[in-house]
């Protein structure tokens, strides 16, 4: 093998690498995140079965703003000083990735395919689509997600009946 194919195979089993580790980290992420919504859920059915009387949680959303489990709870604001809508951070998300998609497969099909023209149409296809997402983001109106910006008033709960003194 010449010198130049040998970093285009490293290259590209190098690329595999990322893409496969990108995966296992997603999936550990959403595994991790499952486990800890069960293990509050078996917190509860425990302490229903030892008689004890949990919170009621009667706005679940509140709850997880509160509790900081949601996106909404990490409030991003622009350089302006005015909140970004949650929508409008999924689509630059959402932009990036396919750019990133984009570009990677125009280097995958350019050098590893040998036809740089076409690695160059699809792969280019794909990150335009992606730049015009991320510019979807961007342009999104920054008030547009009025959920995150109501405000959180605690309400002290009435103890239950079967409460003593």
């Known amino acids: 093998m010449q010198p130049g194919e040998m970093l285009i195979v490293f290259f590209t089993i190098g690329l595999i690498v990322v893409v496969i580790g990108g995966a296992g980290m997603i999936a550990y992420a959403f595994a991790s995140r499952q ?3 069960e293990l509050a859920v078996r917190e509860r059915i425990a302490m229903i ?3 004890l009387v949990p919170p009621p949680e009667v706005d679940p959303a509140q709850f997880d703003r509160v509790a900081g489990h949601s996106r909404r709870a990490a409030n991003v604001y622009a350089t302006n000083g005015a909140r970004i809508s949650t929508k409008a951070q999924r689509y630059r998300s959402a932009g990036v990735v396919l ?3 984009g570009f990677g497969l125009l280097m995958l099909i350019g050098f590893a395919a040998g036809a740089p023209g076409v690695g160059f149409g699809v792969g280019g296809g794909v990150a335009a689509l992606g730049a015009a997402v991320f510019m979807n ?5 920054r008030d547009a997600d009025h959920i995150g910006d109501i405000p959180i008033h605690p309400r002290t709960p009435t103890p239950p ?5």
Do not use: K
């Not at 983001?137 to 109106?141: D, P, Q, R, T």
């Not at 009946?161 to 003194?165: K, T, V, Y």
């Open 35 to 37: 486990r800890l919504r």
């Open 49 to 51: 079965e030892h008689g």
């Open 99 to 101: 750019m990133g998609l």
């Open 137 to 141: 983001g961007v342009l999104l109106s």
């Open 161 to 165: 009946p079967n409460a003593g003194p």
